[in-house]
Each structure stands twice: as C-alpha cells, then as structure tokens.
T-cell receptor
Framework: NAGVTQTPKFRILKIGQSMTLQCTQDMNHNYMYWYRQDPGMGLKLIYYSVGAGITDKGEVPNGYNVSRSTTEDFPLRLELAAPSQTSVYFC??????????????FGDGTRLSIL | LAKTTQPISMDSYEGQEVNITCSHNNIATNDYITWYQQFPSQGPRFIIQGYKTKVTNEVASLFIPADRKSSTLSLPRVSLSDTAVYYCLVGDSTGRRALTFGSGTRLQVQP
C-alpha cells in the first residue's frame, strides 16, 4: 500500500551543490507532478509529466530539471542549489489529468534547506 | 493557467457547518473543480471533485453554479480534526493545461 514515495524526507544542501529528489509510484499512474510549497504558502507546480518520455513546465520551472524514463519514476534535479529553493517539495500522481474523478495522490514531501 | 481565489482564513466552532467559496472566473469548458485538504507536514489529500451542479460524498458537498465561475465546499458539522488548509484546484482531464493550486483557506475549528 505504498502509493507515492519520496526520498529523502529531509536534506540540507550548500549553495551551488546539486541533488536529485526521488519520486516513485506503484499505482501505474500515467500523470506525475512536482510541486514546491514555501512556508505558509500554497503549492506551485514545477514540472509535470503525462507519460514516460513526456515532460512539461509548470509555473516555476527555473532551476529544476526532470526526466521520466519509466512510468513509476519521476526524479527532480537541482543543478546549482540556491537559497531561494529552500522549500518543501511534493510529488504527486494521477491516472489521468484532473478531471473524470481522478484525484492526485501526494507523497509525504521532501524538506530541503539550502544554506 | 486556471487561477483560483479563496479567502485566506476562516474560523468556526465544533458542530457548525462551514462553507468555503473559491472563485475561478477563467474556468474552461473541460475543467473540473477539485478540493484538497492539507494538514501540517503532510501532502494534500483529495476531498471532492465536481463539474457542475452539486456533488456529495461522505465527508463534504460541492456546490457549483450554472456559470461555473465559482464553487463552494461545504463541510457539515466540523470537528477539531477538520482544522487544516483547504485548496481549490481547477484543471482539465487531458492535463494539457498546467495545474495550479490556489493560495488555500486556513480553517481553524475551535471547541
């Protein structure tokens, strides 16, 4: 009963370092999403994917990269970490898009601090 | 992007009915309206979704007027455990339009 699994749960990075946030889902969902949530704020879409090999930018894609080589995995890459990227990152998946009563399932988040 | 507007915060007491309204003036024909609940340190959790008129499930009701430019989430007889942030989301089933969460409404339920 795993659903959407994100690793790591917490991470501290130094400015300029790079890292990959991992996200995997075991529900065979086609759609996957990455959001960031700053303290006291709502979620902002970074990137999303409608299937393996297909990705598209969301509202705040700058400073991030994604890939979708398999249905299950959707990693998020930070190449040159900046303090402005300190946030909580949520990965989500859904069978299709928002409609047709197919809600998004969220992971527990990765809390990232960049110092 | 389909943008939504919600009240920043609301207060209520246990046992009362709470109605949270979301404005989405540029909703498109194919867009559905979805509401999520988020507790601190957790990812959002699906509550209810609708396209038009009224939808009801075991935890909430969703009212959508004919012009679909707004929607109202209704929580009957709230309890302390309903204290959370509630988000309204508008998007289409194809996923071709990017999805955007609103700023959310922080509901505080008092005893």
């Amino acid at each position: 009963n795993a659903g959407v699994t994100q690793t790591p749960k917490f991470r501290i990075l130094k400015i300029g370092q790079s890292m990959t946030l991992q996200c995997t889902q075991d529900m065979n969902h086609n759609y996957m999403y990455w959001y960031r949530q700053d303290p006291g704020m709502g979620l902002k879409l970074i990137y999303y994917s409608v299937g393996a090999g297909i990705t598209d930018k969301g509202e705040v894609p700058n400073g991030y990269n994604v890939s979708r080589s398999t249905t299950e995995d959707f990693p998020l890459r930070l190449e040159l970490a900046a303090p402005s990227q300190t946030s909580v990152y949520f990965c989500a998946s859904s069978p299709t898009g928002v409609g047709d009563n197919q809600p998004q399932h969220f992971g527990d988040g990765t809390r990232l601090s960049i110092l | 992007l389909a943008k939504t507007t919600q009240p920043i915060s609301m207060d209520s007491y246990e046992g009362q009915e709470v109605n949270i309204t979301c404005s989405h003036n540029n909703i498109a024909t194919n867009d559905y309206i979805t509401w999520y609940q988020q507790f601190p340190s957790q990812g959002p959790r699906f509550i209810i979704q609708g396209y038009k008129t009224k939808v009801t499930n075991e935890v909430a009701s969703l009212f959508i007027p004919a012009d679909r430019k707004s929607s109202t989430l209704s929580l009957p007889r709230v309890s302390l455990s309903d204290t959370a942030v509630y988000y309204c989301l508008v998007g289409d089933s194809t996923g071709r339009r990017a999805l955007t969460f609103g700023s959310g409404t922080r509901l505080q339920v008092q005893p």
